[in-house]
């Protein structure tokens, strides 16, 4: 698999996992898992970001 493909891939993992991660933190009132969810979805859109533009540089 390329590597701008694959940082997408990843990044959507971690981005979802983020996501249920805040939810989860949300739900059971615990700020840190919450924060956490948070950190993971801002990783995750950066490397989709960045899976992007490897992307087009490759075309």
Do not use: F, Y
């Amino acid at each position: 698999m390329k590597s701008g493909i694959r940082d997408k891939a990843e990044g959507a993992a971690k981005d979802a996992k983020g996501k249920i991660k805040e939810k989860v933190g949300e739900k059971s009132d615990n700020k840190k898992m919450q924060s956490e969810g948070n950190l993971e979805q801002a990783e995750g859109k950066g490397q989709k970001a960045r899976g992007e533009i490897k992307k087009a540089v490759d075309k």
